[in-house]
Structures are given as structure tokens and as C-alpha cells.
């Protein structure tokens, strides 16, 4: 079995978001599965940042695509050794900024372009005119957006026998773009319509995906449901309802050699399961870096996210007072609403010794936040998975979630049921709102405060397996169901 993994970013070549953690780890633990025979290879754009970590690389096609002259560059991820080809365009890739905006946060003006490239060489290395004849994929995995056009590509242009799945990370972002389009992007305009890739009098990437693909996944059990009515579809809940006999939802896993307490390069004292007593230290050192007071009796929350409305941090600013006055302490990591940005840092200022905002990412202090906090706050609005409620699981930091999507599908609430049968894991927010999560945050830290209770929610948490084992497994299935193999 050949499988083409199409994505617009991969950790560590390039990473904004967990689809960045996803396609490094889902490929690698596929190829790694024993009953999977064959190889998979990654399809990403050549940013300056994934040309300069490739290892082993060398050019192995120039092609004109969409108008564009690229090189096709054959290389291997710097950790894992899988294969990768990088589609290289200077101008279109190799610029100051992120994959999809410049340095001030604004989208690159040609990201259709961009990302049409990136689709259209997907469906090309899957066709009879293939710049590598002697590699053609039997399955296309395409991701998001950015690469939603493959499909289309592969049905309308191509006429492809390659199979395909597109699997949606985060629903909201859909990659809509003026109809003016059309003629770069070499789309078919008969197709510009309700049964094809039109959407609101634009060209729809990710509707393109969703109509053209074979199959269709998302990154949980209940996103998959939920997307398929008004509140979370965004839409597109027709049109998935209508497809629900071909869409699957597999919960994400998470890189267990990247975050593992037991052995991560970050951390100050390595802990686990069966010995605990290290996250302690890094608690200890966690205070002293932020400049937080040095108190092993304060209970410490933390927060790494992006800050936006999705996730509903817009909350946490109106009770952190009234937490603090408990003793209570945070460690928040994040960046995205300016104005969120700004009640967070003045409650820094206010309160320096209890409160600490750290703008942008830093993967080193967010390793350190998840081991060294007690609780972890994730209270979103949607969730199509997560993986920050999943690292704290396994670094024995109960999260606090609402009940929805991945959050729902990975965290057990704490009660007397759940702490009697062993399957407490963290604590469900029951309503997104001020008074909601005041409530639950003060009933986890009153558990906190029994730590052979908590002792106990914490071992239940690490020792679940939400390692990618389970989760390509099931990847395996579907691609064989796709394919109609046993």
C-alpha cells in the first residue's frame, strides 16, 4: 500500500497548530504499525524552515504547476527518518512570516494560489502524468483546507483511480476565496456551483474536499457527529449530513516520545506514573521562572492555547480575582485576540506574584506549564480534538474541559461514579460561562486539596494509552475500507 500524506505543515519541519503535531506523528506511527505493508511519503510546500530540516535532500522533478515552475525535492524527516517531498517556489513559499500570513498577521493575499499549487501537485503525483511514475499512491490522505482542491483535482482534471480521504482538522476554517480565481486555480467552472466546490458565490477548498473526496474523517468520535448539525457545522451540515455513511471519526493520539514526563528534554526533574515525585520539582522551577511565588501549597492552573473565542478563555479574565484571593496561581502561554492578549497581561501586572502571560509559543515553557501546573484550563466552545487536554492527561495535570467534541471523547468527569469504578480523569465544565467554570475550577481544586484523591485521578489519566498506536490502527482500517482490501 502506497499513501500520500498531503499536508500544509508537519512538526518539526514547520508547526502553528496540532495538525502540524498530527501529520508528524500519524504518518510515522502508520509506517511503524506491523501489519501495514507498503510506504507512505508527505507531501508539503517547501517553506524556508521545512528546506532547511529536511535531511538527504535532493531534487527529483521540475514541473510547471498552475503557472508556477517548481522543483519537486525528495528528503526525510530530521526525526523519524519518513520520507517527504517538498514542493520548492521560492516566491510562493520561502518568505518572511508564517505558511499562511506574513509577519503582521495578515493572510498572504495569493494564499489560493499557494495552496492551490500545493493541491494540484497531490492530485498530479496521483495521475497517469506523474512527474514520479515509479511512486503512485493508492491513497491520498488530505488535511484540511489547504488541501482540500485535491480531490477535485483528482475527479474533475485528472480522472484519478487513486483513492482518496480528507480529513478535517478544525471545520471553522474553510478556505474561501473570490471566484476571480477560477481560471488561475485551472478549476472547471461548470463545477462552480451548489453540487461542487462553490460555497456563498466563492470557491470552498474545503467543500472541494468534502463533495470530491472518497472517504471523509475528522479527529474525533463526537466532532463528527457535531458537525453534522447547525450549531457546529459552519454551513457545511448539509452537505456532511449527506455524508455521514462516509465520514469517521478516529480521536487524535499524541507523540509519546515528544511528550513523555518520563524522559522530555524540557523539564527540570523527569516523573512518572509510578513515581510521581518529580513534578513537584518542576513546579518549583516552573514558580521561579515565571517569577511567580514559590509555594508548593498554591494551587497552580495552566493555560497553552490560542487565544480566541473558540476556546473560551474569554472567560477566565472576570474570575482569575476572585481565584486569586484563594491562593490560586496561573501560568497562561498563548497568543491570538489582542484584546484577550491585553486583560491578561494587566492581570500580570496586577497581581505579579499569582499571574503570569507569556505572549506567542514557546514549546519549551509549554512543555514545562503542562508538567508543572496541577490543573490544566481548556474550557472551549468546540473542540474538534484537542491534544492539550491528552498532555495533560499523560503528566498528571487533570484538565478542565467543556463537554463537547474531543474533549467530550478523551476526558471522564470527576464524581463519586467515576472515582469509585477508576475512570476519573479530569473535571467537564457543564456550562461555557463565567459562573460555570468559577464553580468547576474551585470543585477541582477542593479535590486537589485530598491528594490521595487526586493521586488517584492523576494515575488514572497517565495510565491510559493515548499514544498514536491506537489511533493509526484505526487509520489503517479506514484506509482499507477506502480501498476495499481486508
Known sequence: MRVLFATSEAYPLIKTGGLADVSGALPNAINHLKQFTGDIKILIPGYSAVLAKLKSVHAVA??????????????????SGLAVIAIQNSELY???GGPYSDENGMDWQDNALRFGVLSRVASLLCSDNSP????????IQCNDWQTGLAPAYMKLVDHSTTKSILSIHNLAFQGCFDANWLKALELPAEHFQINGFEYFKQISFLKAGLFYADKLSTVSPTYAQEIQSKQFGFGLEGLLKTRQ??????LNGIDTHEWNPASDVHLEKHYSNSRITGKKAVKHALQQQLGLQIDA??????????LTYQKGLDLLPDIIPKLVKQGCQFAILGSGDKVLEAHFNALAELYPEHVSMNTGYHEHLSHNIMAGSDIFIMPSRFEPCGLNQLYGLAYGTPPIVSLTGGLADSVQDTNEMSLKNNTATGFVVKNVNNASLLVTIERAIKIWQNKKTWRQIQKNGMQRDISWDSSASTYLALYKKTLQIN
Open 62 to 79: 521540475k514541473i510547471d504547476v498552475l503557472g508556477q515552475a517548481c522543483t519537486l525535492i525528495s528528503g526525510m524527516m530530521p526525526d
Open 94 to 96: 520561502e518568505r518572511a
Open 132 to 139: 514520479l511514475p515509479n511512486w503512485l499512491p493508492d491513497l
Open 245 to 250: 455513511d462516509d465520514l469517521t471519526g478516529i
Open 297 to 306: 501549597n498554591a494551587p497552580l492552573l495552566g493555560v497553552v492555547s490560542r
